[in-house]
């Protein structure tokens, strides 16, 4: 059975910090392009952030470069994101997922597994 579990999310206030983390199991984690996409209401889902199975290759949303870090522990089966200077914008649910697509910025139609995801606050 394939999961993706998210934590991390919580209250923050602009310019804070969080780290996401998200626990993978029931599949190959390490041949798989792993990303984070985030969901505010009324809003689309968006690609925040894509690392590539080796970890060597990164994309970021240009509303986030600079300021959050994609990266994976393969021998954990893990995944991270670290925020910094968190804007109240960045308010949304977060959700970690997990693609065969070796595209980093492939839309979240080409993604295989998705996780509940994790809510982050940002207050101004």
């Known amino acids: 059975q394939v999961t993706l579990v998210e934590s991390g999310g919580g209250l923050v206030q602009a310019g804070g910090s969080l780290r996401l983390s998200c626990a993978a199991s029931?599949?190959?984690?390490?041949?798989?392009?792993m990303a984070w996409f985030r969901q505010a209401p009324g809003k689309e889902r968006e690609l925040v952030a894509a690392i590539g199975w080796s970890g060597r290759t990164t994309y970021y949303a240009d509303s986030v470069k600079g300021r959050f870090t994609i990266s994976r522990d393969n021998a954990k089966n893990m995944v991270y994101l670290q925020m910094n200077s968190l804007k109240p914008d960045d308010t949304a649910v977060y959700h970690c997922?997990?693609?065969?697509?070796?595209?980093?910025?492939?839309?979240?139609?080409?993604?295989?597994?998705w996780g509940q995801g994790t809510q982050v606050t940002v207050s101004s």
């Open positions: 029931g599949f190959t984690f390490s041949t798989y392009l």
């Open positions: 997922a997990a693609s065969t697509r070796m595209n980093l910025r492939s839309s979240s139609n080409d993604y295989n597994y």
